[in-house]
């Protein structure tokens, strides 16, 4: 099997164009040395990965996981919304909202290379059949924006009651499609971004860009998909369950 990147294969199909394209984006490009025109690629970004302490890391997502519940079944507000208007909210925003709790936590973890067809990872996409069940697998690129949004609120130094009025503007998120009572949710976010504020201002009167900072930094939350979170952090203790579904029965049903 040829393991040369994409990026490679894709310069050896047209070697004209590329060297022609690459000459132009050199300030002196040496004749003498055409071929060897260094060049960028994204198979890096696009390694599968995995975490190289699994028992350790997925054990403290969890906690962060059932702390994240605790926060949402703890708001009187939602509470008072109705019940398919509670489950939106849930299977959009529990994401971000557990990466909010990572960040609190300062939970941090290392990744490396899935190796080729392990046994693991048949083991997790196996279907009943015994045939393998595609999942989008963690990639370099994604852990990436995830670390780099984490680092970015660790740089912050939130306070807890600056976290706790950021889960709020980020729990009531009235941009969800097919809310009920999205005005409602609308206000809820806006008492929340108010109460941030406040609290932002005296915390830190001497920071008048704090308050943008903060949202600024949050708006990073919605790059990074919920598979990515349930597919690095939590499918190795999982296995094939549906983690919304654990999620509604936590929630609702404990």
Known sequence: MDNRCQCSSDRLLNPILFNILSQLGSSSPSPNNSNSI??????????????????EICKEASAVLVKTVHFIKNLPAFKQLLPSDQFMLLKNCWAPLFILGLAQEHVDFEVADVPADSMLKKILLRREGGTEMEREQPTMGGVSKLKSCLKKFWSLDL??????????????????????????????????????????????????????????????????????????????VIGQADLLELLVDMLFYR
């Open 38 to 55: 260094p060049h960028r690629c994204n198979c890096e970004l696009r390694r599968t990965v995995c975490l190289t302490r699994p028992s």
């Open 159 to 236: 306070s807890p009651k600056e976290y706790a009025y950021l889960k709020g503007t980020t729990i009531f998120n009235p941009d969800i499609p097919d809310l009920q009572a999205s005005l409602f949710i609308e206000g809820l976010q806006q008492e929340a971004q108010h109460a941030l504020s406040e609290v932002v201002q005296l915390l830190h009167p001497m920071r008048q860009e704090r308050f943008a900072r903060i949202l600024l930094t949050a708006s990073m939350l919605q790059s990074i998909t919920p598979s990515l979170i349930i597919e690095l952090l939590f499918r190795p």
